[in-house]
């Protein structure tokens, strides 16, 4: 396994850790890539998708908690 494969691993698992709680609201996340540059790309789906505090669960929720399992990534965006 690449360094790169282990990277999105451990992004993914942290994405499924984080699911249940914005599923529980009505919302969801899809991780769509992790590039060679530390930058996650994920789409807030369901209720996230519109919620006026997406922004916010973006960066002090799902940013947050990978940055601490994964300090390789430098940041979290949404597409």
């Keep these: 396994m690449t360094e ?38 994920v789409r807030l789906q369901g209720a996230c998708a519109g919620c006026a505090f997406s922004q916010l669960t973006l960066a002090n929720v799902i940013e947050q908690r990978i940055k601490a399992v994964v300090p390789e990534i430098e940041r979290v965006e949404s597409i």
Excluded at 10 to 38: H, M, N, T, Y
């Design 4 to 41: 790169s494969e282990e990277t999105k691993e451990r992004v993914e698992s942290v994405i499924r850790e984080i699911k249940p709680f914005l599923q529980a609201d009505g919302g969801d996340v899809e991780l769509i890539s992790v590039d060679e540059d530390g930058v996650v790309k």
